[in-house]
């Protein structure tokens, strides 16, 4: 056969074991494993702008409008009162409100503000005020400016103790304890039932011993023989105080409490004028977060974090590199390495948010709880997927048993294994699966394939021809010529345009993706995007003087209020690794 011949048929064998291997794979992919997404399965236009929108407690959904109050049933809408005039509605304690008449505290802003936590799954518009309601057979309705869009949730969650507001939770030779404000429970039943309002939980391994507290007392459980005493500290901790949460640190047991640092047996505040959230201890250091930001304790000497925000703050713990903070308007990580205080996307898009707890899985992707939903991104500039976005979760309420995540809410608790999400598994570049060793070994020669394909091809297959045309005096290298394309690609779809379009665009997997603009760019794909809307937006500004931010966001995809935060905070001048993306004609 001759040489040409042979190299021919080499190449189709290749691709036709590429082929197979693709299929062999999807097929593991999606025999074991579901889909879990958020998503708009519908949208009903509405005659004049909605003010307000909520259910009572039969399901039944109403509207609030300028000309009155009208009913919906999932379909159709009518108007029942057009007179109506007492304020927005509400959904609270288990009873559909106003604003005007509601006898409990309401902040309507805040409220809407919170709804913000359905913003990714929504079309871009001027408006970031969404209300939400919840009819019949579990439907869920989202309104903003005039459309009414209904929203599917799809997930692999387990929920324990519903209707239970928890705390603390922690599995114990087995066993899974949890606190509650209405007793503590082990394994599901409910155990010393005159306990109330158990906030936090330690394990003295060398005693085997578990210590729950409970506002001023604390209950400890010998594990050998059942065992179970009380310690009141109403005298120490004081009416109007409760203690948070309870630590063993350099060989003490240390309280965190309302009203200070104490240590116990004997009992003695260290520190009476801070009140404390929680306690983590991680590098031999006691991190406190405490209402007025977060400090560290020696063992000898508090002293103030300089280095995290001074704002009220409910948990700091470490994950890697990054120490994070977890405050009442953000989430913040310090960089150990950098020494910096990195920005997170999270908080530029959800301010109103309230932080909570943060734990990665073993796929290096991070979950957050917070005040408004269950939150999930892979690093701190990628754009964050949410989850329960209706259910308030929990501070001191968080816990990981070999990769099982557990979130305790005001609705009980929520766990699930990472596993169980296709996005998460199926991720930089590989199937994280129980296959059988057939399965790793096909992964493995899968790769190998990929890997001679890539590098025979190039940096990518172009899918999408671009708009602009290619100035041969600017590109210098390859890299020049990738970077330019993949811009002109960004800012042809510049209003929809996601990281997760840039991997289909490229071809490329996440980890070969990102680790390529790293080598190459020293930048992200958020950081890129973000950079070529902001470039955009300045143009638009330039050659069209007068022109209003809401006009401009037309163009970008963010919302005014975003796109002027943004437009602030990035600097004007492009680093010199992306600086062909500035001949780009916006």
Not at 9 to 34: D, E
Not at 419 to 447: A, C, Q, R, S, T
């Amino acid at each position: 056969m001759p040489r040409c011949k042979m190299k021919v048929y080499i190449k189709i064998m290749k691709l036709g074991i590429l082929k197979n291997l693709i299929t062999v794979c999807f097929f593991f992919s999606v025999t074991s494993l579901t889909g879990q997404d958020t998503s708009v399965i519908g949208t009903i236009s509405f005659p004049h702008n909605i003010r307000s929108m909520a259910n009572d407690e039969n399901g039944l959904v109403f509207i609030e409008s300028s000309v009155g109050l009208y009913q919906f049933d999932g379909k159709k809408y009518w108007l029942i009162d057009p007179t109506y005039d007492k304020g927005a509605l509400i959904y609270k304690e288990g009873r559909l409100t106003n604003y005007k008449t509601s006898k409990v505290k309401i902040d309507f802003i805040e409220e809407g503000e919170k709804n913000k936590v359905w913003l990714p799954f929504l079309p871009s518009t001027s408006s970031n005020f969404i209300y939400h309601a919840k009819g019949k057979n579990g439907r869920q309705f989202l309104a903003r400016d005039n459309q009414i869009y209904e929203v599917s949730i799809k997930n692999k969650f387990k929920i324990d103790l519903k209707g239970y507001s928890t705390r603390a939770i922690m599995v114990i030779n087995g066993d899974t304890y949890v606190n509650t404000y209405s007793g503590i429970f082990k394994n599901g039943m409910r155990i010393f039932p005159n306990i109330p309002n158990a906030e936090s939980m330690l394990f003295e391994n060398s005693s085997n011993t578990i210590y729950f507290t409970s506002d001023k007392d604390i209950y400890n459980l010998n594990l050998k023989d059942d065992n179970l005493w009380m310690n009141k500290y109403l005298n120490e901790i004081g009416e109007q105080n409760y203690i948070s949460k309870i630590v063993q640190y350099k060989n003490k047991i240390y309280l965190g409490t309302s009203k200070g640092l104490a240590q116990l047996e004997p009992f003695s505040f260290f520190e009476k004028e801070i009140f404390i959230h929680d306690i983590a201890i991680f590098d031999d250091v006691m991190y406190i977060a405490t209402e007025d930001g977060s400090y560290q304790f020696d063992g000898n000497k508090l002293k103030k974090c300089d280095f995290l925000p001074n704002a009220k703050t409910n948990l700091v713990t470490k994950i890697g590199v990054y120490i994070w903070a977890l405050t009442n308007n953000g989430l913040f990580a310090y960089n150990t390495t950098n020494k910096k205080l990195d920005e997170i996307i999270l908080n530029k898009e959800l301010t109103a948010l309230e932080y909570y707890a943060i734990q990665r899985d073993n796929n290096g992707f991070y979950w957050v709880s917070t005040s408004s939903g269950l939150y999930r991104f892979g690093n701190i500039n990628e754009k964050a997927e949410v989850f329960f976005p209706q259910i308030e979760f929990n501070k001191r309420s968080f816990y990981n048993d070999k990769g099982i995540l557990y979130f305790g809410s005001v609705n009980g608790i929520y766990s699930f294994d990472p596993l169980d999400f296709p996005d998460l598994v199926i991720n930089n570049g590989f199937i994280l699966n129980n296959l059988k060793e057939i399965g790793f070994i096909l992964l493995i020669i899968l790769g190998i394939l990929l890997f001679l394909g890539l590098k025979k091809k190039g940096i990518f297959n172009k899918k999408t021809p671009t708009n602009t045309p290619l100035n041969d005096n600017l590109i210098s290298s390859d890299t020049d010529k990738f970077l330019y394309d993949l811009g002109t690609f960004i800012l042809k779809n510049l209003h929809s345009v996601t990281v997760e379009d840039l991997l289909s665009y490229t071809g490329m997997s996440k980890k070969t993706f990102y680790k390529y603009l790293d080598q190459n760019y020293k930048v992200l794909p958020g950081f890129l995007i973000n950079t070529i809307k902001v470039l955009k937006a300045r143009a638009l500004i330039l050659e069209n003087p007068g022109i209003t931010m809401e006009t401009v966001s037309k163009f970008t995809g963010y919302s005014a209020s975003y796109l002027y935060i943004i437009m602030k905070q990035e600097d004007p001048s492009i680093p010199e690794e992306i600086a062909i993306i500035r001949n780009l004609k916006y």
